[in-house]
């Protein structure tokens, strides 16, 4: 299964949400690989709704990471004028 890496919280807690499964889970930072980082997606392996080994997945990372790139970037070059006028 495959999640990404959301936020990191008080306690030394990584939250990694599972989009396939519809949770998420929280893994201590130790257990996360070097130069973990916010939105980068692992391949998690699940046993009795705990992670029990966790992978980056950087060919999907840097797909995601594209992709967003590529709409905001689309984003950026529609028009930015205003259809209501100021009187």
Do not use: C, H
Request: charged share 35%; net charge positive.
């Amino acid at each position: 299964m495959r999640g990404v890496l959301d936020r990191f919280e008080d306690g030394g807690v990584a939250v990694i949400i599972a989009e396939q499964a519809g949770r998420e889970f929280r893994v201590p930072l130790r257990y996360l690989p070097e130069g973990s980082r916010r939105g980068m997606w692992f391949t998690l392996s699940v046993e009795d709704g705990r992670v029990v080994d966790i992978e980056a997945d950087l060919a999907q990372t840097n797909e995601r990471t594209e992709k967003a790139g590529e709409l905001m970037a689309r984003l950026r070059n529609k028009s930015t004028g205003s259809r209501f006028k100021r009187k």
